[in-house]
């Protein structure tokens, strides 16, 4: 079996917002996340991306989902892929499109959506809505100040139930907590 490599995460949470918004403009558009086939992974452009996503759409224990916006659902702008661990979810792997990071970014909240997203995979898995995932040492505090999130060994980090209820009524205004 082949050995997992730890990946400490480094997304940034720019701005929690209703779904994603144009940075220069600040309109709000619609956005959808869907699960990632393996059938579909010739849709990611490697020279796209930091991490390897082909790969980890083939890894059978995990779930690769692509955010868009209802506009144009051809474009994506975040992915992230997870794993239900039976009592939780754990994020292996976000990341904002290429055109999403940086000063120049096009759009904000990319990253608060698919953290939200994660949560909300956690409260329809009757796991209260509990996300776990390794952050880069420096960027812990920033997770404890944008999410919510709290430390428990090392790296791991966790969104409890309240900070995940938050999360998600922020993006999924429908869905029944």
Known sequence: MK?????QLDFEIDKLTKSIE???SGESFLTEITEITSTEKGIIKNADWVFDWKSEIGEK????????????PKIIQ?????????D????????????NKGKNKLYNGVAGNLV??????SFEKSYDGIVSFIAKT???SHYEQT????????NRMFIDTKEAKILVKQYYKDFKL
């Open 138 to 140: 420096q960027l812990i």
């Open 61 to 72: 224990t995990k779930s690769v989902f692509k955010l868009n916006t209802v506009e144009n």
């Open 78 to 86: 975040g992915l992230i892929s997870l794993t239900d661990k039976g």
């Open 3 to 7: 050995k997992q490599t730890e990946i």
């Open 147 to 154: 999410l919510g999130a709290k430390r428990f060994a090392g």
């Open 116 to 121: 939200a997203f994660a949560c909300k995979v």
């Open 22 to 24: 144009n940075a220069i």
């Open 88 to 99: 939780h979810i754990f994020m292996d792997l976000i990341e904002s499109a290429k055109f």
